[in-house]
Structures are given as structure tokens and as C-alpha cells.
């Protein structure tokens, strides 16, 4: 029976490890929600952005948030290492799932704490106090007015 033991808790130690793999290297962004390192696409947990070609509204003029977005997260990357710990399944599009990292800063969460994404509430709760900030301060797709790019995406 201790050896049976002993067994049970060594399994659930060693999956437990294979839940998550680290991706590393200097990616090329996709759009604000979603990185290329090497052959690897990754989409950011729990976070979305507006998609490329969305617009949004600002001061009754309209601007293209998906592109900035996706501009505003490159910037940030200038070039430099990543480093993604991500789910060892991939989402239906082929991707991994992941939080990234450039040295100690979290992605997901500077991409919605500056307003470029808003936490995706069906995935995370994780990143909302974030959303929170940049709404109250009036940042990026705050400073206006946008459609949720996951409705933006079943209307177009």
C-alpha cells in the first residue's frame, strides 16, 4: 500500500511537470495577441486585442486599434528575447497558449494594463484588474470607443 502510494503521488508530480514548456527566442509579432517564435505561433493567455483590421473610434474619428495594438506590442519586444511558458496542448488553430515574458515583464499583462487588449473573461480572470487601470485611465482602446474584438470577429 506505501509503495502504491509513493507511485500515485510520483505520477501526479511528473504530469503535473508536462502541463507546460518554455518557448524561447525573439519573435516576430502576428497581431496583439498572438507572437511567431521560430515555428512555434503563440497566442497570449487570457488576453484580447483588437484584430488587425479593426477599426475603433475615437473623438467621433475612426483609427485602426488592431494595428496599433499590434504595433504597441512589437515596439515593446524591439527585437529582444522572449520567453513564453505555454501549454504543451495547442488550441485549435495550431497555436500554443501561453504567458509571455521579455526579461521579468509579463506581455499579456502590459498589453492590457496599457489598453492595447482587454482581458478574455471565457479563459482568465486573471488579467482584469489590469483592464481595470487602463479603462479608468483612459489608455489605448479606452480613450475611446471599440466593439470586443472577439464580437468584432463573429461580425466580420
Known sequence: MFKVFFILIFLIISSSKTLAKEIKGFPK???????????????????????????????????????????ALSKKINKNLVICRVQIR??????????????????????????????????????????????KNSLGIWSGTFIEPEKWRKLN
Open 90 to 135: 495547442q488550441d485549435r488553430y495550431g497555436r500554443f497558449i501561453g504567458t509571455c515574458y521579455l526579461k521579468n515583464l509579463n506581455l499579456n499583462k502590459w498589453m492590457v494594463q496599457n489598453g492595447h487588449a482587454i482581458a478574455y473573461r471565457r479563459y482568465s480572470q486573471e488579467y482584469i484588474k489590469y483592464e481595470e487601470f487602463a479603462k
Open 29 to 71: 509579432v502576428t497581431d496583439g495577441d498572438t507572437i511567431k517564435i521560430n515555428n512555434n505561433k503563440i497566442r497570449l493567455h487570457g488576453i484580447d486585442a483588437p484584430e488587425l483590421a479593426q477599426m475603433c473610434n475615437k473623438l467621433k474619428k475612426k483609427y485602426s486599434c488592431g494595428l496599433i495594438s499590434s504595433k
